[in-house]
């Protein structure tokens, strides 16, 4: 019997939402979708899905269509229809406390404000799960998080935002094949 791993990102659905920092969860799966050949071309659980296989390992990567503050609705069905041990699942997200281009594995924890991670969290009734933090950084000076959030990636933000993801594509695929600690001891902290 082959492993499954659910690779979970966090974001909003439709077009308006699609280059905001509350969606990186959304980018990291468009990313690990080229460089796996996926295609998202079912809805499973209220969650766009694709999946295949790497490295012999079965893969699905979902993002919620629940919008944010919902999004554990999409998790617990998916990991209830899959019979997921929850260290199977990952759920990667934006995160306002490390700066942009900052990756940051975690094997358990709260949601540090989140609120996708915070529906997630009442759902399965645990924090013992992975998760991937993305940076966005904070907002400036006085500016609402929410409001911040919703805002697009400046021009200058780009290139760090693009080699963000493609680490955090690569933290996912360690995870996968090697373990969390292995991935957690690679990919923490900087940026390159």
Do not use: C
């Amino acid at each position: 019997m082959s492993e499954t791993y659910l690779i979970v990102g966090l974001g909003n659905p439709g077009r308006e939402y699609r280059e905001t920092r509350h969606n990186v969860g959304f980018m990291l799966l468009d990313r690990l979708a080229v460089k796996l050949d996926l295609r998202f071309t079912r809805l499973q659980s209220k969650a766009l899905v694709a999946d295949g296989w790497y490295q012999e390992r079965k893969i699905l990567l979902a993002k919620p269509q629940t919008f944010m503050n919902l999004s554990g609705q999409a998790v617990q069905g998916l990991v209830r229809f899959y019979k997921l041990p929850l260290d199977h699942l990952l759920v990667a997200h934006d995160h306002l406390d490390l700066p942009l281009g900052v990756l940051r594995l975690r094997p358990d924890g709260g949601a540090g404000g989140q609120r996708g991670m915070e529906s997630i969290l009442a759902r399965l009734g645990t924090d013992d799960f992975p998760r991937l933090r993305l940076g966005i950084g904070r907002p400036p000076g006085q500016m609402d998080p929410a409001a911040y959030v919703l805002q697009e990636f400046s021009a200058a933000e780009q290139a760090v935002l693009s080699e963000m993801l493609n680490r955090a594509a690569e933290a996912v695929l360690t995870w996968v094949t090697d373990g969390l600690e292995a991935a957690m001891n690679r990919f923490n902290g900087s940026a390159v």
